[in-house]
T-cell receptor, first 114, second 118 residues
């Protein structure tokens, strides 16, 4: 069964520093999509970044990038030059190919220290 | 509206009462999801609507939970005879894409409805 694991319930980072949030997943599929969503205190989740499994190049969106290691089934999120506005819950999600189902991890709460 | 709208934002109710939560998706979005988010936990799938197709209700935890959607418009999630374990944030998300396709569309979330059952 597909599962998504985020082993870090909480992380802290100093403003302007870099932090990496980890995510591992389990699947027998070869082509699928992975996502990172951010949930700030307002509760509205927004998409941060998306990765397609057959693309070997790691996705990048401004200060956000991923380290996608398909063989290890690892999909970590790196936030560079952390800002106070990055403080939020971050959820890793796996899209079950051929279905409409997304499997979400339990989230990592990121604190940014001034 | 510009985004997914949910109401009420917060609801406090007494055990045994019925509650109705509303989701207004982005106009034109055919796919609509309801998720439950308990404190400190991930998102638990409840139900999925896609256009006029039969919804996937496989995630509804009990027959006290039901949801309706008329066409591609507003959806309501109803919880009857609420229990304390129903306390959670209920999130609604919509998408413009056929999300069972090869390239799943982005999910657009509302701010959720926080339900507290006393």
């Amino acid at each position: 069964a597909q599962t998504v694991t985020q082993s870090q319930p909480e992380m802290s980072v100093q403003e302007a520093e870099t932090v990496t949030l980890s995510c591992t997943y389990d699947t027998s599929e070869s082509d699928y999509y992975l996502f990172w969503y951010k949930q700030p205190p307002s509760r509205q989740m927004i998409l941060v970044i998306r990765q397609e499994a057959y693309k070997q190049q790691n996705a990048t969106e401004n200060r956000f990038s991923v380290n996608f290691q398909k063989a290890a089934k690892s999909f970590s999120l790196k936030i560079s030059d952390s800002q106070l506005g990055d403080a939020a819950m971050y959820f890793c999600a796996y899209h079950w190919p051929g279905t409409y189902k997304y499997i979400f991890g339990t989230g990592t709460r990121l604190k940014v220290l001034a | 509206g510009a985004g997914v709208s949910q109401s009420p934002s917060n609801k406090v109710t007494e055990k045994g009462k019925d509650v109705e939560l509303r989701c207004d998706p982005i106009s034109g979005h055919t796919a609509l999801y309801w998720y439950r988010q308990r404190l400190g936990q991930g998102l638990e799938f409840l139900i999925y609507f896609q256009g006029n197709s039969a919804p996937d209700k496989s995630g509804l935890p009990s027959d006290r939970f039901s949801a309706e959607r008329t066409g591609e418009s507003v959806s309501t999630l109803t919880i009857q005879r609420t229990q304390q374990e129903d306390s959670a944030v209920y999130l609604c998300a919509s998408s413009s894409h056929e999300t069972s396709g090869r390239a799943p569309g982005e999910l657009f979330f509302g701010e959720g409805s926080r339900l507290t059952v006393l």
